[in-house]
């Protein structure tokens, strides 16, 4: 390092200093080790040059006037020289940035819904998520969001009070696996005591004969009027004429079906065995060719 010269470093001294062909460094007369380094082109920096546990180390604090002044640099750099020597980083770490509700969100689908979850359930999380909760609450750091936030939110699904109340359900259970992880302070689940809106429960209706008539007049004309293939017409009548699930019909076999008595044999969804369910009305079945 080299030797203290014989002025402090001020700003006026500073802004005098000069090289011609190669930079060098001019060191501060009252702080050891606080100097300016100053470049043929005019540019000058400030830096911090010590020695601790055997090991010499140099810091660049900043150029000079832009945007520190001499006696912000001599400030800093004391405290840089104190830090130094007692073994710790030259400046104080920045804080790392506190996990926001996108952060939350996507731990919540890697760690619990990918694990936990249905496929279909994981499908309908993450369009939950981001479709309505991410880019209305994202942005927000975890554990400063208030019950106001939630409720704002909620109330803006008002028209989709379904959506709504299945989007509170997710957000309550995200908060608390963040209260688990650590990312809130515990016990302060700002989805808590949400009254959820009331959905009306859907009446189940049976199709009256007149409909029935028309749906079937309607399926017989699709085909010829292209709004439908034949075989889509055809697999529409079937479910409607049967009251089986698709799953059901798509698992049936030509053994199953017994075309004198219009019954057909269908597995049973807890035993796996077959059983003859009563007669399901008459149909006629035609062998399509593929």
């Known amino acids: 390092m080299a030797r203290p010269q014989g002025h402090a470093l001020t700003k006026r001294i500073v802004d005098r200093l000069s090289v011609d062909s190669k930079d060098a460094i001019f060191w501060d007369r009252d702080l050891p080790g606080f100097g300016v380094r100053v470049y043929p082109h005019g540019r000058k920096l400030y830096v911090v040059q010590t020695r601790a546990f055997g090991r010499s180390r140099r810091v ?6 832009n945007p520190v002044s001499a006696d912000q640099a001599r400030k800093q750099a004391t405290e840089i020289i ?9 400046v104080e770490p920045e804080p790392a940035a506190a996990p ?30 981001r479709k309505h909760i991410v880019p209305a609450l994202g942005h927000l750091p975890v554990d400063k969001v208030q019950k106001s936030d939630i409720v704002g939110f909620y109330t803006g699904l ?3 009070p379904t959506v709504a109340n299945r989007a509170a359900d997710i957000l309550g259970h995200m908060f608390r696996l963040a209260d688990a992880w650590g990312w809130r302070p515990s016990g302060q689940n700002p989805c808590r005591g949400m009254k959820r809106f009331k959905v009306p429960r859907h009446r189940e209706r049976f199709l009256t004969r007149e409909e029935l008539a028309r749906l079937g007049e309607a399926l017989n004309a699709a085909p010829a009027e292209r709004l439908a293939s ?14 089986c699930r698709r799953n059901e019909i798509l698992g049936l076999r030509w053994d199953d079906l017994n075309f004198e008595s219009g019954q057909m044999r269908l597995p049973d969804t807890k035993t796996g065995a077959k059983y003859l369910p009563g007669p399901v009305g008459s149909f006629q079945c035609h062998a399509v060719p593929n």
């Open 230 to 243: 034949t075989h889509a017409a055809a697999a529409i009548l079937l479910l409607l004429l049967t009251g």
């Open 82 to 90: 104190a830090r130094i020597k007692l073994g710790k980083p030259p």
């Open 158 to 160: 008002h028209e989709m």
């Open 100 to 129: 926001t509700v996108a952060d939350l969100a996507a731990r919540f689908e890697r760690e619990y819904v990918a694990v936990r979850c249905k496929p279909l359930t994981v499908r309908h999380y993450g369009l939950m998520l």
């Open 60 to 65: 660049t604090i900043g150029e000079h006037g």
